[in-house]
């Protein structure tokens, strides 16, 4: 399983949740996404894929987690280009605030299996 983080670098508190929830520790693999906001985000997104260095086929067959970039527009186009070249929707990661910590404090919410959102949503259409 590789964890690709398009965001801020995961805690050891952070990885350690992960590897909790999923049952494994993922191969972490950083990934700079600060972007020129001139720049086409579909242009930006298949640069930020590029960049994990993934194969075609092991676009394909490895289990992936996803930390997606805080800009909600370059998040969804990402996660359009992830989709194209791995046929589905990867994992993701939800880190949210701990309620009170001073300073601010963030920690993994959960792990939500896009795909299985996905074929869920289908069913109410």
């Known amino acids: 399983m590789i964890l690709l983080n398009f965001s801020h670098p ?3 508190q952070q990885i350690a949740r992960i590897v909790e929830i999923v049952g494994a520790a993922p191969e972490v ?3 700079e996404s600060q972007i020129d906001r ?5 242009v ?3 640069e930020l894929a590029d960049r994990a260095g993934l194969t ?3 676009w394909q067959t490895i ?3 996803i930390n997606p970039p805080a ?3 370059l998040a969804v186009a990402l996660l359009a280009e992830i989709h194209g070249r791995s046929g589905q929707f990867p994992a993701m990661v939800n880190i949210r605030p701990i309620a009170g910590s001073i300073p601010t404090r963030y920690e993994v919410a959960e792990i939500l299996n896009l795909q ?3 074929e869920e949503a289908r069913r109410r259409r």
Do not use: G
Request: proline residues 15%; without cysteine; hydrophobic residues 55%.
């Open 29 to 31: 693999r950083a990934i």
């Open 56 to 58: 075609p086929d092991e």
């Open 116 to 118: 299985a959102i996905r």
């Open 71 to 73: 800009l909600a527009p």
């Open 44 to 46: 930006v997104a298949a």
């Open 38 to 42: 001139e720049r086409p985000l579909a």
């Open 10 to 12: 995961l805690t050891e």
């Open 63 to 65: 289990p992936l987690l």
